[in-house]
């Protein structure tokens, strides 16, 4: 693991939303970082199509249960 530096402001950012989305701080950070990756490596997809491509190969290595 590396630690990395960043502005005060996106800290602050990265603080606010990660309550807001139920993540620790560190898990924010790379969720975005991650995103942000694809993002690059994929400029014709929505954020929407991202999350569900991710999720769709996520649901491949340990499907989701349906709760009934």
């Given amino acids: 693991m590396g630690i990395i530096k960043i502005s005060d402001d996106l800290h602050d950012d990265i603080r606010k939303s990660c309550h807001v989305m139920s993540r620790s701080i560190n898990a924010q950070a790379e969720f975005w970082m991650k995103m942000g ?28 249960k349906i709760v009934y």
């Fill in 37 to 64: 990756r694809l993002a690059e490596l994929n400029p014709s997809l929505t954020f929407s199509e991202l999350i569900a491509i991710e999720l769709a190969n996520a649901n491949l290595e340990t499907p989701l």
